[in-house]
């Protein structure tokens, strides 16, 4: 059984930081492509950065390039997102997720429970 969960959400005044983590358990880490989503009420899901398995490729959504980081410790299974500069736009729920190729056309996805990241003006 493949757990996740998120922690380091909270407060923070716009132009802070912070950094969120996504601890992993079960299964084998290093496979998974990470990824982190955000979720506000009424939207879909979207994604916000992902990381491949080696650490080697990042991608990000264009609303938070520059100003947030995706890396990943394999040692310790955890992948962190770390956000600065925030703005109030960034205010949503914060979920992490792992993917696993199994072949093609077939994955395994798993989801965190999210933690909310609120930025006040």
């Known amino acids: 059984q493949v757990q996740l969960v998120e922690s380091g959400g909270g407060l923070v005044q716009a132009g802070g930081s912070l950094r969120l983590s996504c601890a992993v358990s079960?299964?084998?880490?290093?496979?998974?492509?990470m990824a982190w989503f955000r979720q506000t009420p009424g939207k879909e899901r979207e994604s916000v950065a992902s990381?491949?398995?080696?650490?080697?490729?990042?991608t990000y959504s264009d609303s938070v390039k520059g100003r947030f980081t995706i890396s990943r410790d394999n040692a310790k299974n955890t992948v962190y997102l770390q956000m600065n500069m925030l703005k109030p736009e960034d205010t949503a729920v914060y979920y992490c997720?792992?993917?696993?190729?199994?072949?093609?056309?077939?994955?395994?996805?798993?989801w965190g429970q999210g933690t909310q990241v609120t930025v006040s003006s």
């Open positions: 990381i491949a398995w080696s650490g080697g490729r990042t």
């Open positions: 079960g299964g084998t880490f290093s496979s998974y492509t």
């Open positions: 997720q792992a993917k696993l190729y199994i072949t093609v056309g077939l994955e395994n996805t798993y």
